[in-house]
């Protein structure tokens, strides 16, 4: 047997960026029934067969959908319950279950909002306006935000083919050559995850490109090149071990 928590909704004519308006609730209750299909039946003898069960932005004004809630009826205060608030932005008034208001994730505290915990409270009509309120605080917290942003592995490769980069120990004076077709950044991240180059010595590394492989070149020979190139003007600090073969050296 299942206890399905629904809400029955009808598609109004509300702002296209406002969550809460272009739906107007019908109903709200708990059913016990022994699947979903059995509950659907049930939904359908109550309110037609044209009635949907999701929200879909191909419904047109005054067509009616089910939301499936839960399926258990313990604790129904977490679905029953209702706010009202001001949106954070807008200011606008907005009524919401107490679970279903827009606001930022956990994610977004930790990576948007340097942790300020404070943001959690924070709660917006729209995702619209939630956005703009982002843009405006994190121009606040940190005014040269403008010039941030996350590398991402495919920046930086458009019109080439990639880079040759070159790894030193500064202790020790050992290298490493290697290629990547990617962000060199990027790639120098998943190096200090490695045995090699732990991320704890990080201070002991230096890491650089030693040349950009234009469009249309092959990137292995380049990095066979190299390879070789620095193998024979100082083998014993060389880490390589590929492409090293019967080189002769200085």
């Known amino acids: 047997m299942l206890e399905i928590i629904y809400r029955i909704y009808e598609v109004v004519d509300g702002t296209e960026d406002?969550?809460?308006?272009?739906?107007?609730?019908?109903?709200?209750?708990?059913?016990?029934?022994?699947?979903?299909?059995?509950?659907?039946?049930?939904?359908?003898?109550?309110?037609?067969?044209?009635?949907?069960?999701?929200?879909?932005?191909?419904?047109?004004?005054?067509?009616?959908?089910?939301?499936?809630?839960?399926?258990?009826?313990?604790?129904?205060?977490?679905?029953?319950?209702?706010?009202?608030?001001?949106?954070?932005?807008?200011?606008?008034?907005?009524?919401?279950?107490?679970?279903?208001?827009?606001?930022?994730?956990?994610?977004?505290?930790?990576?948007?909002?340097?942790?300020?915990?404070?943001?959690?409270?924070?709660?917006?009509?729209?995702?619209?306006?939630?956005?703009?309120?982002?843009?405006?605080?994190?121009?606040?917290?940190?005014?040269?935000?403008?010039?941030?942003f996350y590398i991402q592995r495919d920046m930086f490769t458009e019109d080439i083919t990639g880079y040759i980069y070159k790894i030193t120990k500064k202790s020790t004076e050992e290298f490493y050559i290697g290629q990547t077709q990617y962000a060199p950044i990027f790639r120098w991240g998943q190096h200090l995850k490695t045995e090699r180059f732990p991320i704890k010595d990080i201070m002991d590394y230096k890491f650089e490109v030693v040349e950009i492989v234009s469009k249309g070149e092959n990137i292995l020979e380049r990095e066979k090149h190299w390879i070789q190139k620095t193998f024979s003007e100082n083998y014993e600090k060389s880490l390589n071990i590929s492409n090293t073969a019967n080189i002769v050296v200085k």
């Open 18 to 148: 406002n969550y809460f308006s272009h739906k107007k609730e019908l109903e709200m209750d708990c059913i016990i029934c022994d699947t979903r299909e059995h509950f659907k039946e049930i939904i359908k003898s109550n309110f037609g067969d044209d009635i949907a069960f999701r929200y879909s932005k191909k419904l047109k004004e005054g067509d009616l959908y089910c939301i499936i809630i839960a399926e258990h009826c313990y604790n129904t205060e977490r679905f029953f319950n209702r706010v009202t608030f001001n949106c954070d932005y807008c200011e606008c008034k907005v009524e919401a279950y107490v679970n279903s208001f827009i606001g930022f994730s956990d994610y977004d505290i930790k990576y948007k909002f340097f942790g300020i915990s404070e943001y959690l409270q924070k709660r917006f009509c729209s995702n619209r306006c939630k956005d703009l309120y982002m843009q405006k605080e994190r121009v606040k917290l940190n005014p040269d935000g403008d010039q941030e």
